[in-house]
Every structure is written in C-alpha cells, then in structure tokens.
C-alpha cells in the first residue's frame, strides 16, 4: 500500500509567478483535500476533490484552482504568486464515507520571493 | 463556522512521565469526529487518534488516550510513558458528520512537545 506522495519537496518562485503543485493519492483512496499551512499556524483547508470535480472549498481565493486525475491523483495551481502564498501545502486522500482514512504527504514547501 | 483552540504553545515532559496536552472547540452540531495529529519535523501529519462524538466511551490507543467532555466541548490528550520518538507539534483538529466542504478538518494552532531524556 502505497503512501500520498507530493513534489517538488521544495519551491521558490517569485512573486506574480504561477506555480503547480502535485500529489499522488494513496492506493484506493478517492477524494484529495489541500491545506496551507503558514508557519507556526495549523493546517487550512483549501479545497477538495472527489471524482473530479471540487467537493467543497476554504476560504482562498479563485487564483487557486486545482484538478483531480482519473487516478486519483491531483495537482494544485496558484497563479498571481503573492508573499503571503509562502507556506506548506499538505495534501491528503482518502476513502469517502470513511471518517478515519486521511493520509497525509509530506507537504510541499513554497517560499515566494 | 467551528473552532478549535489549542491554548498551550508549548510543552516539555520528562521521559518515562505523563503530559497531557489540551483542546477545546465551538460547534452547534451534535455529532462530529475529532482528531490529535502528529507533525514531526518529517512534515507529514500522523494520525494519533481519534473520537466519534456519539460515542461517550474515551479513545484509546496504547501510550495514547483522550479524555473527551462533550458538554464542555473539551478534547485533551494524554501521553502516558513518554519516548523520545513523542516529540513533535501535536495538532487537534475537528471534522463534521455532513458532507462537502464539511469533510474538511479544521485544525487547532498546535502545541510543541519536547520530550527531556
């Protein structure tokens, strides 16, 4: 049983860049959320998706985006880079219907400059 | 829109000792499930443990238990016998029952464990 992967592992873009963000969801899951995590602050939800299409969403704004792949798989796309964008996106998957399946990645680390 | 708060920033705890880290949340709903995650500097989050709120019997999960006070919407987590592997920011976090962006966790600001050998 494979585990959520995420790349890059690390990121620097600067500022009004667009960046894309990748995670592979854990075997027989099929539903993907992303969260921002800020330093020193908890996760927040960004959004979610499920068979596709996005299932519920945080409060961020449009110029974050995301798709989910036939396999599950997602990827998160921030355009208009701003400094505050500066965080650890974490991805995780899991198994609708089931409350206790979240498998979280390793984040991705994104510094905007 | 559900809280979670997390009022102790840090802890330290001495190996082989008990600490016990605290959570409280604001909902209006009556069933929801709630979570302690792990985040060691790997990153990634680990689920410690978790409670079904209609369930009034605490979670346990080995060196791991949670003393949950629904009417006082209180969540804390005991850490009995603590190793070194222990330290990390251990985060609370809540989700609901219904569906859509309910699915989300909404995630407390985190306490910092150290664990003195």
């Known amino acids: 049983e494979t585990g959520v992967t995420q790349s890059p592992t690390h990121l620097i873009k600067t500022r009004g860049q667009q960046v894309t963000l990748r995670c592979s969801s854990q075997s027989g899951h099929n539903t993907v959320s992303w969260y921002q995590q800020a330093l020193g602050q908890g996760p927040q939800f960004i959004f979610q998706y499920y068979r596709e299409e996005e299932n519920g969403r945080g409060n961020f704004p449009p110029r974050f985006s995301g798709l989910q792949f036939p396999n599950y798989s997602s990827e998160l796309n921030v355009n208009a880079l701003e400094l505050d964008d500066s965080a650890l996106y974490l991805c995780?998957?899991?198994?609708?219907?089931?409350?206790?399946?979240?498998?979280f990645g390793s984040g991705t680390r994104l510094t905007v400059v | 829109a559900q809280t979670v708060t997390q009022s102790q920033p840090e802890m330290s705890v001495q190996e082989a000792e008990t600490v016990t880290l605290s959570c409280t949340y604001d909902?209006?709903?009556?069933?929801?499930?709630l979570f302690w995650y792990k985040q060691p500097p790997s990153r990634q989050m680990i689920l410690v443990i978790r409670?079904?709120?209609?369930?009034?019997q605490n979670a346990t999960e080995n060196r791991f238990s949670v003393n949950f006070q629904k009417a006082a919407k209180s969540f804390s987590l005991k850490i009995s016998d603590s190793q070194l592997g222990d330290a990390a920011m251990y985060f609370c976090?809540?989700?609901?029952?219904?569906?859509?962006?309910?699915?989300?966790?909404?995630f407390g600001k985190g306490t910092l464990l150290t664990v003195n050998p």
């Open positions: 976090a809540y989700r609901s029952v219904r569906g859509g962006s309910n699915y989300k966790l909404t």
């Open positions: 409670q079904e709120a209609y369930k009034q």
């Open positions: 995780a998957s899991s198994l609708r219907g089931r409350e206790n399946g979240y498998t």
């Open positions: 909902t209006s709903e009556s069933d929801y499930y």
